[in-house]
């Protein structure tokens, strides 16, 4: 798991991050393209040249991200993708500043516009954690977008997931059917 860096305003969150962990993400870029280059292997300045400005533009690729990337649904049209993403190396996101930051840490990105939510979210009051509480332990942090898709976050608030496996039944229960009376009911 990718390492959550320290907070330095630990006094407005009271937090310890120095144990809570990311899923990386950066490992899955080469799926999107069928290469280890990951995003770079079309967006290389040859294949696909580099963009000229940020203007936005209709893509010939990505319908399956962005279905008209001139009516891309992020900052109700005032963010395009080249305020997010990297202009010459795809494999990375970037700031208003122009600095690159990895999409194992896309929380940093969210949190230059979404500041209260991203402080709420270090906090622990928005989004999912799981994992141990106990001083010390590992905890596993949700990022904004496993969440959220920034592509379509007018339209689809969040995206849909996948619930995990319901446990297994105790020793000697045969079926869960108690569950569909509803937990008012003497069972």
């Not at 936005?56 to 319908?63: D, G, N, S, Y």
């Amino acid at each position: 798991m990718g390492e959550m860096p320290a907070l330095n305003d630990t006094d407005a969150t009271r937090g310890n991050f120095a144990n809570a962990v990311v899923k990386p993400r950066e490992p899955h870029l080469m799926y999107f393209n069928m290469g280890p280059e990951g995003c770079a292997f079309c967006h290389n300045g040859k294949m696909v040249p580099f963009p000229k400005d940020k203007k936005p533009r209709l893509l010939a690729m990505h319908q399956d991200t962005v279905e008209n990337s001139l009516q891309l649904q992020h900052g109700r049209g005032a963010v395009w993708c080249l305020d997010c993403h990297s202009s010459t190396n795809r494999n990375k996101l970037i700031d208003r500043q122009g600095s690159e930051i990895s999409f194992n840490q896309p929380q940093k990105l969210c949190g230059s516009c979404h500041g209260e939510a991203y402080i709420d979210w270090r906090a622990g009051i928005h989004g999912k954690r799981t994992g141990s509480w106990v001083n010390g332990n590992k905890k596993r942090w949700w990022v904004c977008t496993e969440c959220h898709n920034p592509h379509t976050v007018q339209t689809n608030r969040f995206d849909p997931i996948k619930p995990e496996p319901a446990p297994p039944l105790p020793r000697g229960m045969k079926n869960a059917d108690h569950e569909k009376a509803g937990h008012g009911g003497a069972h």
